[in-house]
Every structure is written in C-alpha cells, then in structure tokens.
T-cell receptor
Framework: AQRVTQPEKLLSVFKGAPVELKCNYS??????LFWYVQYSRQRLQLLLR??SRESIKGFTADLNKGETSFHLKKPFAQEEDSAMYYC????????????FGSGTQLTVLP | NAGVTQTPKFRILKIGQSMTLQCTQD?????MYWYRQDPGMGLKLIYY???????DKGEVPNGYNVSRSTTEDFPLRLELAAPSQTSVYFC??????????????FGEGSRLTVL
C-alpha cells in the first residue's frame, strides 16, 4: 500500500513565486513526517520535521491530519531551492523506519 | 568527521555474481539502514539494524543479506545478482535512544547495474 504520495514528479516555478510541494500520507496511527532534500551532487539530507514546527531556508510544512497531508511551502522561491524533495513517514518510531515518497524535482527558473 | 561512507560508488555485475556493498559511519550511531531507489520511485528499506548484532528485514529484503558485527559497519551482501537488483543503494544511520530526533544521515549512494 502506498503510504506516502507525492503527486508531482516535476514542478517548475519562477524565482520569487510561491511554491508548494504536495505530500499525502496514509497511516492509522499518529504520524511522524519529514521532508528530505537532495541538491545536485549532494547527499540526501533532512530539511525539516513536523514535530519541530520550524522554518528551514524559508520552507514550512504543516501537518493536516484531516486531509492527511504534509505539504511543503515557501512564499518566495529562490534558484538555489532547485533540488529533489522527498516526503517521508516514520512507520516504526522506535527503529525510525522511514518510508519515502517518490520525490518531486523542483526547478526554480530565473 | 566523514559521516556515512559507502563503497563502491559504481559497480557493474553479471547475473549470478556476488558482491558486498560496504557502509561505515563514524558518528557512533546505533541505527543503520540500507535503502534502494529505483528510477522514478521512492527509497525502499531493505534491511535495518538497531545495534551491533541486531538486524531485521525491511520492505524489500529478498536477495540480500546483512550483518552488523560492529557499531560502525553495516555491509549489504548480494549473493546471486539479478537484473531486478539494478538500482541505487543508500546506506543511512541515525542516533538511537533519548537523543533520537528521527534524522537519518545518508551516504552518497552506490549505483549498481546487473547485466
């Protein structure tokens, strides 16, 4: 069963425009969700996690349990935001077994 | 502090050959993981370990074996390579216990092609 769905494989926006990367999940318990990012020629790394309620590099993500969503948003996209973004759900808290979505390639155009 | 180091970065295997992907971390993390990523797909968990001497299957363990004799090392073994194992493999680690924030630290990946 697909636990994490990222409906957009590719997303292009212009610099300065708002950006929203969609993530929907299916999980019967209390979810723990993350966004990971992979910049060109870099390792996959954590961007933010929902329990921290933090803003990283201008990005925020709010957990909406009613809509089972965890969309990633930024009001003004920058060219350096171009990267592959993965939404991830922790299935087994103790062992931190993450299940990942298929990813969205974000391109910010000049 | 190198973090998570995987070797080799690239490898081509013939069907039926065996090989081991090496993974080592220098962060004294208890938890280690092996993921595979097929084109256009998300990462899928193969095996994981919560400490030395303890391993368990993930979502797609068939065709693979692992061992965890030390905290630092978590090698992934392919015994009889098949074309379906053509993929990019990622090793990751995370801190266990009370300090566990859920963050995984990834290696650079190993691209394996089975012909």
């Amino acid at each position: 069963a697909q636990r994490v769905t990222q409906p957009e494989k590719l997303l292009s926006v212009f610099k300065g425009a708002p950006v929203e990367l969609k993530c929907n999940y299916s999980y019967s318990g209390s979810p723990e969700l993350f966004w990971y990012v992979q910049y060109s020629r870099q390792r996959l790394q954590l961007l933010l996690r929902h329990i921290s309620r933090e803003s990283i590099k201008g990005f925020t993500a709010d957990l909406n349990k009613g809509e089972t969503s965890f969309h990633l948003k930024k009001p003004f996209a920058q060219e350096e935001d171009s990267a592959m973004y993965y939404c991830a759900l922790n299935l087994v808290r103790a062992a931190r077994q993450l299940t990942f979505g298929s990813g969205t390639q974000l391109t910010v155009l000049p | 502090n190198a973090g998570v180091t995987q070797t080799p970065k690239f490898r081509i295997l013939k069907i039926g050959q065996s090989m081991t992907l090496q993974c080592t971390q220098d962060m004294n993390h208890n938890y280690m993981y092996w993921y595979r990523q097929d084109p256009g797909m998300g990462l899928k968990l193969i095996y994981y370990s919560v400490g030395a001497g303890i391993t368990d299957k993930g979502e797609v363990p068939n065709g693979y074996n692992v061992s965890r004799s030390t905290t630092e090392d978590f090698p992934l073994r392919l015994e009889l390579a098949a074309p379906s194992q053509t993929s990019v493999y990622f090793c990751a680690s995370s801190r266990g216990g009370a300090g566990n924030t859920g963050e995984l630290f990834f290696g650079e990946g190993s691209r394996l092609t089975v012909l």
